[in-house]
């Protein structure tokens, strides 16, 4: 079900609010290996929670290393990721980054491994898309709130 966009989601407060609720959950993630953090519960994840991984990834300027939690589905060997920001009018800072700087490492629980992120081609991206809307509902109404075709990422196992 696609619902009217909010009307103050492109708001600074909103930012903040994600900003800082990520470094909450990523903190947490990490000291308790995902028993806390390891699912998302809100929205129509209340009803059906994802899992989440935490994606540290380079700053595109700066260098820095920055962790976020995203939710992800499995394909494979591979993790789908998807650069939704809740539906926001921009892509958010870490698919920027990965798109400079694509060498990644992802935590799921306790493992922590290296990854090469890189954009769905059209046609994962139409494969994928469902298998993404039927882990959590909400990313076709974060699509249907935004004109930007939400970035769909594939997160590979780097071969060492």
């Known amino acids: 079900?696609?619902?009217?966009?909010?009307?103050?989601?492109?708001?600074?407060?909103?930012?903040?609010?994600m900003k800082y609720g990520s470094r909450a959950?990523?903190?947490?993630?990490?000291?308790?290996?995902?028993r806390i953090g390891g699912t998302w519960r809100i929205g129509a994840?209340?009803?059906?929670?994802?899992?989440?991984l935490l994606l540290e990834h380079?700053?595109?300027r700066s260098g820095n290393w920055f962790t976020v939690p995203l939710l992800y589905i499995?394909?494979?060997?591979d993790l789908v990721v998807v650069a939704?920001?809740?539906?926001?009018?921009e892509n958010p800072q870490w698919y920027r980054n990965l798109v400079?700087?694509?060498d990644a490492f992802v935590q799921v629980g306790r493992d922590r491994r290296a990854v090469r992120a890189r954009d769905a081609s059209p046609e994962e991206r139409a494969r994928l898309w469902p298998e993404l809307v039927d882990a959590?509902?909400?990313?076709?109404?974060?699509?249907?709130?935004?004109?930007?075709?939400?970035?769909?990422v594939i997160l590979t196992p780097a071969v060492d």
């Open 25 to 34: 959950q990523a903190w947490a993630y990490r000291r308790t290996r995902g």
């Open 58 to 60: 380079q700053g595109r």
């Open 1 to 17: 079900m696609i619902t009217e966009r909010p009307r103050n989601l492109d708001s600074p407060v909103v930012a903040a609010l």
């Open 45 to 52: 994840g209340f009803r059906k929670p994802v899992p989440t």
């Open 74 to 77: 499995t394909d494979g060997a």
């Open 84 to 89: 939704s920001q809740g539906g926001r009018a």
């Open 136 to 152: 959590y509902a909400d990313f076709d109404a974060y699509q249907s709130w935004t004109s930007r075709r939400i970035p769909v």
């Open 100 to 102: 400079v700087h694509p």
